[in-house]
C-alpha cells in the first residue's frame, strides 16, 4: 500500500461500515474487495503484468480442472474423500483478477488525464509504467 492517507483511510472505513451492516442486521448486504498491493518491480512492469496476470489467471483455471478430474478419480478409491472431515484449504480458490484490454487501458489513461492538476511527471510515469493500469488482483475482506 502507498501510505497515502486517503488508500489507507477508504479501506478502514468500508471495512468497518461492513463490520457495523453485520453487526446490527445479521447479514451482508455487500461485498467489499481490495486491491492487492504487489512488489515493486512487478508494480512498474507495465504491459509485462498483463501477460504475468494472464499467465495466472490461465493456470489457475488448468490446475483447478486437473484438481477436479484428480478428485473425482480419487474420490472413487476413497468415497468419503470430498466429504467434511478432508476440508479444502480456504485460500485454494483463485483470487479476483481483472486483465485490462488495450481499449480499457486507453479508457483509465483518459480517465488519469482528465485530472490535469494531479497529472505531475512521476504520475505520466506511472500511466506509463504501472501494471495496476493492466492487472488488478482483489482479496475479499471477510467481516
Not at 478430474?69 to 474423500?81: G, Q
Not at 483518459?110 to 494531479?118: F, G, L
Request: positive net charge; aromatic residues 14%; glycine residues 6%.
Amino acid at each position: 500500500m502507498s501510505g497515502h492517507p486517503n488508500h489507507v483511510s477508504v479501506p478502514a472505513g468500508a471495512s468497518a461500515l461492513i463490520e457495523n451492516l453485520a453487526q446490527f442486521s445479521g447479514n451482508i448486504p455487500v461485498r467489499l474487495f481490495v486491491l492487492d498491493t504487489v512488489a515493486i518491480f512487478y508494480k512498474y512492469s507495465s504491459i509485462l503484468g498483463t501477460a504475468w496476470g494472464k499467465v495466472k489467471v490461465y493456470g489457475y483455471m488448468l490446475l483447478s480442472g486437473f484438481e477436479i478430474l484428480i478428485l473425482d478419480v480419487a474420490s472413487k478409491f476413497i468415497p468419503d474423500l470430498l466429504e467434511t472431515k478432508y476440508p479444502r484449504h480456504i485460500h485454494a480458490g483463485g483470487k479476483t483478477t481483472f486483465v485490462s484490454s488495450y481499449r480499457q487501458y486507453l479508457a483509465a489513461k483518459c480517465a488519469m488525464n482528465a485530472h490535469k492538476s494531479q497529472m505531475v511527471w512521476f504520475r505520466q510515469l506511472y500511466v506509463l509504467f504501472s501494471q495496476y493500469m493492466w492487472v488488478n488482483t482483489w482479496t475479499e475482506v471477510v467481516a
